[in-house]
């Protein structure tokens, strides 16, 4: 059983940056890739960042291109994002997901990320 734990949310001022970090336990072999999303107040949960696990390609959604960066650590099973230049917009809780090859999805819980202007 996978299990995702992040941490690193937090309070910060606009044009701050913050790293997030995805704790996991019971990757296998199968691990296709890892995922950041975000769910603001009132809005669906939306994809932010992947990287494929072996590969280690990423790709980012165009709203946060050139301000985030999704990097693992494969020796920690870790995966980070990393925000710079946070805008009030980028307020949310945000998730890790870990899928694998047979297309399970596991979630972590979840960090509060809020941004003040």
């Known amino acids: 059983q996978v299990q995702l734990v992040e941490s690193g949310g937090g309070l910060v001022q606009a044009g701050g940056s913050l790293r997030l970090s995805c704790a996991a336990s019971?990757?296998?072999?199968?691990?296709?890739?890892m995922e950041w999303f975000r769910q603001a107040p009132g809005k669906e949960r939306e994809f932010v960042a992947r990287i494929v696990w072996r590969s280690g390609s990423t790709y980012c959604v165009d709203s946060v291109k050139g301000r985030f960066t999704i990097s693992r650590d494969n020796a920690k099973n870790t995966v980070y994002l990393q925000m710079n230049s946070l805008r009030p917009e980028d307020t949310a809780v945000y998730y890790c997901?870990?899928?694998?090859?047979?297309?399970?999805?596991?979630w972590g819980q979840g960090t509060q990320v809020t941004v003040s202007s």
């Open positions: 019971g990757l296998t072999f199968s691990t296709y890739a």
């Open positions: 997901n870990s899928q694998t090859q047979e297309g399970r999805v596991y």
